[in-house]
Every structure is written in C-alpha cells, then in structure tokens.
C-alpha cells in the first residue's frame, strides 16, 4: 500500500485528468446495464480480506522495508533464499476468511518490492523460483476458496516495482540495478505477469492495481495493460492504474465525509499495518465501529491481515476476524447487500437500507432506552436482530420517530435494530447546506464547508479560524457534525448570535479525533459561527452542518 495516508478518495477520473489519459465514448444505456452486471457481487459482499505477504515478513518492518531501508536489490533479494513458509496452508486463510464472514480475498500477488508471490515465467524473481518453499501459494488459494465461498482476487503493482530494472516510471530508484527502460519493463514483466494471473488462477474477481504514488504511465502504456485485463472482462479492476476507468473508488485507511456514487470500498488494517510487524490487533469494538460506518455509507470494507514468514496469520488478528464473523452471523442481514443509510448524522450510530428495510446500527445504546430517529415515514414493525421474535416499540412525533428499547444493549459493542418501513426515508439536509459564509480569512473557498463537502477542505495559514453562516431566518437545531481533518485542535467553539451577543451553544477542549457528531438542548438563530484552535497553523475545516432536533 501507499505510506502516505490518502486525504480523499482515491477517484480514477480526476487524477487521470491528464493529455495522456485514455478517453473513453459515453456508454450506451446497454453498457451501463452490463457495468452494473459486473458490479453486482461486489455490492453485495460488502466484506473482503486483503493479504499483504511477501519477502517483507522476514525483517518484519512492513511492505516498505525495502523502500524505507533504501536497500540495495541484490541485497533484498537474500531474503528470498530465507523464505520458506511452511507452515502455509491454503484452506486454513480460506476458510478464516469465511468465518470472518468475508465474501472475497484479495492477496499482494506482487507488492512494490517486486516479488511475485505466484509462480511466474516472466521473471524468476518469484515464491517458486527464488526460495525454498517451491510453491505457488496464489495457485493453492485459488483451488481453496471456492470451497469456502470465498472470490478470489490480486493487488498487482503495475507502475511500481522496484525489484527490477526500469520497473516504475517515478522517483523511487536507488539502486543503478533499477534504472531501466519502464516499456522494457512492461513488455517483458509487468503486462505478462498481469496475462499470468488472469490465465493460470481460474475466475479473479478483483484484479487490485496499484503504484507507489510517483509512478505514471503513458496512454500508449496504460492501453497495454488494458488489452491484458480484457482476458477477464468480469475482473472487476480498481482506480490506481492512472488513465484507466476502474469499476470503483477506494479509501486507504480512511473513510471518506461524504462517499460517492458509485460503489467504494475501504481497505483498513487489524492491527495498523499492512505487511507483517509484531504489534497486536485492534480492539473489536474499534474495529467493528469502523466497518460499520463504512457499511453505513455504502461502502465494502477490504480488511488487511499480515501474515509472518511462517506463513501463519497472527493469532490475535485470526481471534479478531473470528469475532466480527460471529457478530455478522446475529447482524449480517444489515450489512449483506445493502445501500447507503439516509442519515451521516446520527450521535448513536449509522444506518443502511435494502427495499423496505431500515437498520439502526446502534453504537451507543441510550441510558433512557430512548431512541430517536429523524424521520416521519410510518413504521410497519422494528425488532432486534438479535431476538427477532421481540418488537421494539415506535412512536412517531413532530420531529422523529421514537424506538423504546430494552434496558441492557444484547451487544456490548454494536446493536441492530431491523425497521420495516411502510415508505421512503427522504434524506435530510444541513439546515446551513449552501448559506452564506463569512470567513475569519480565506473567503474565496470558505463556502466549501457548507456545501456538503464538495471541493475540498477550507484552509488557512493561522491557528485559529472563524466560519460564520447566515441561515436567512430563525432556525431551530440541536445536532453539530463537524470535520476537522489533519488538525490537532485544541478547543472547537459552536456559538449562536443573540441580537449583538454570540452565545456558546457547545465547546470542547482538546478534542480527540477529526470527525465530531454532537447533541445540545434545541437552540435558534439566524447567525451562527464555528471557531476553532488548533496547535499548529495550517487549520482546515472540512464540513460544517446543522440539523433540527431530535
């Protein structure tokens, strides 16, 4: 994966905005049926794993150990001879997968180092050839995860490689070893290996492209590459081949404010790192937080596993997937083949929708076992996913409509609750959506923070920043989302004006995160302003909304 943590999705189109991008016609109303086609599957899994292995398990510093060491490829390449993975055993990652309830894998078939993880006739430097082990562990996998109905997918780095001469066309050389011709490069490794996953490894549901963030490629290169991924037309292809339209956007290690359209997926790590280091897993509860707000959204979530130099998968990381399985066996129904939830603003947790269903993922079960959803649409019947022959009462009021809830949570770390519905949920809008801004500095982009998103963050050069919106009359709200992205805040102010006297409605200091959903007694105005400190200049604030009552 990349090193640096991406600050937006990954969006094919606009980073291939370029003179050599290749063009494509507008598609007909056919080619877009078929598109959806393809997709399908992939909507539905809504839960992969991503295995990130290779000669890097060995000194246990991660997929860049290469890079960050700055080491020589001759010298690298001793780890081959060191690798032996005996304890590998295809069936077992596969059917973790399934107890995971995971519904594909995708596996670093060659990561930015170089190394194929699969056997390969267009260079030697791979797992059959190079080390001890003389085996084909991609060719073992794609024979164990039809038994456990689990799609196989390939990360592929196509415009990174730094483990043979001319493999990348960026700036990540060394090593003379790795200056080369980058077409020679293509033509004799990068563009065959592609034919070779799509040849010898059955049906591959993901072919997961990537480069190390310097790599470009020429439209003339890019169509090479295209013409080998028609072998499979029903290989669904991700966005990181620059130039080339993938079949959906991807977050590395963040979930975007507002997701797009179209299908998306975040890949996220067990325990903080993509290849193998020796640090525990994440709690379940911030795991299954973070799934669930990517569900929430509408999105996949690609949940990394590194295994070690054994080739066993970290024991606490195993015990982790085996509980979000179990978990998905009570709730998966929410999360299966579902659309994004109508509301981003909740202070209890998220929502997803398929047909007339709506499901209340609850994070934080109300003390008064009051729950309150802004909606009106009349509600048919709710119940526990947990205990579906149990219903949970709902009352409609002027605002929302009210679920009475058990007392004790039946899980500790996140509840659903099923809602029949009897009509839409329309999706509510910030009562300051496009309103006029005044900034403390920076006016020219100011408006972004209010207009859902679009455009990007507001930034200034202080340490301190004021967003002031006049909503046009008297408003009546008493629900705050705020994002704050890549800013150590040290106090956030929400404040409301009263004839010629700004009032605070909500402060707090020292905030810990970037993304705030906050709760206050109903408070109306005209005017309101944000400010915000922060410990270091260079402040952005990336979304500003307000919602009626709850």
């Not at 507008?26 to 393809?38: E, F």
């Not at 960026?170 to 990068?190: H, I, S």
């Not at 109508?342 to 729950?371: A, E």
């Not at 800013?487 to 004006?497: D, I, R, Y």
């Amino acid at each position: 994966m990349k090193r640096l943590l991406l600050t937006s999705l990954v969006l094919a189109t606009s980073l291939s905005a370029r003179a050599e991008t290749v063009t494509r016609a507008k598609p007909s109303t056919a080619s877009v049926a078929a598109a959806a086609d393809r997709t399908e599957w992939f909507h539905k899994a809504r839960f992969g794993m991503f295995i990130h292995w290779g000669l890097y398990a060995i000194p246990a510093g991660g997929e860049w150990h290469m890079n960050k060491k700055k080491m020589p490829i001759d010298e690298y390449k001793k780890f081959a001879g060191q690798f032996n993975p005996t304890r590998f055993n295809a069936d077992e990652w596969a059917s973790l997968a399934h107890d995971a309830g995971m519904k594909y894998m995708v596996l670093t078939a060659k990561h930015h180092d170089g190394f194929a993880m699969f056997q390969s006739k267009a260079s030697d430097y791979n797992i059959a050839d190079a080390t001890p082990f003389k085996r084909d562990p991609l060719k073992e996998l794609s024979l164990a995860c039809p038994k456990h109905d689990v799609k196989l997918g390939t990360y592929y780095s196509i415009l990174a490689d730094w483990g043979h001469p001319g493999g990348g066309s960026g700036g990540q050389k060394w090593d003379k070893a790795q200056e080369g011709d980058f077409d020679d490069y293509l033509d004799k490794v990068a563009v065959p290996q592609v034919r070779e996953l799509l040849t010898n490894y059955g049906p591959i549901g993901v072919m997961w492209l990537d480069n190390d963030g310097t790599a470009r490629a020429t439209a003339a290169q890019v169509a090479r590459i295209g013409e080998a991924l028609k072998l499979q037309p029903q290989t669904l292809v991700s966005p990181r081949l620059l130039g080339y339209p993938g079949d959906f956007e991807t977050a590395e290690g963040h979930i975007p404010i507002l997701p797009p359209q179209k299908d998306w997926e975040l890949c996220t790590r067990t325990n903080g790192s993509w290849g193998y280091v020796a640090t525990p897993a994440r709690p379940l509860k911030s795991l299954l937080h973070e799934l669930i707000e990517a569900w929430g959204k509408g999105g996949n979530v690609l949940l990394n596993v590194g295994p070690d130099r054994t080739g066993i998968i970290p024991a606490d990381s195993a015990v982790r997937l085996r509980e979000i399985g179990a978990w998905l066996k009570v709730n998966g129904e929410a999360v299966y083949g579902s659309t994004r939830g109508p509301f981003d603003y909740l202070p209890w947790g998220w929502t997803t929708r398929k047909g007339d269903m709506l499901y209340l993922f609850v994070l934080d079960w109300p003390k008064d076992g009051t729950l309150k959803v802004p909606m009106s649409t009349p509600v048919e019947r709710a119940w526990l996913l947990a205990d579906t022959r149990q219903t949970i009462p709902a009352e409609a009021t002027a605002s929302a409509t009210v679920f009475k809830l058990p007392p004790v949570a039946p899980d500790a770390n996140a509840s659903v609750i099923a809602v029949k519905l009897k009509g839409d949920v329309p999706r509510t809008r910030s009562l300051i959506f496009n309103k006029p801004v005044t900034a403390s500095e920076n006016q020219r982009n100011a408006g972004t923070v209010v207009n859902g998103g679009a455009g990007g963050d507001w930034r200034i050069k202080s340490a301190t920043g004021t967003i002031e919106v006049d909503m046009g009359q008297a408003q009546t709200f008493s629900v705050l989302r705020l994002t704050i992205p890549y800013t150590e805040a040290t106090k956030l102010l929400l404040e409301v004006k009263d004839g010629e006297t700004w009032k605070p409605v909500w402060s707090e200091e020292n905030p810990k995160g970037t993304t705030f959903v906050k709760t206050f007694p109903p408070v109306t105005g005209q005017l309101v302003r944000i400010s915000v400190a922060s410990l270091k200049p260079e402040l952005r604030i990336g979304l500003f909304e307000l919602f009626p009552p709850l």
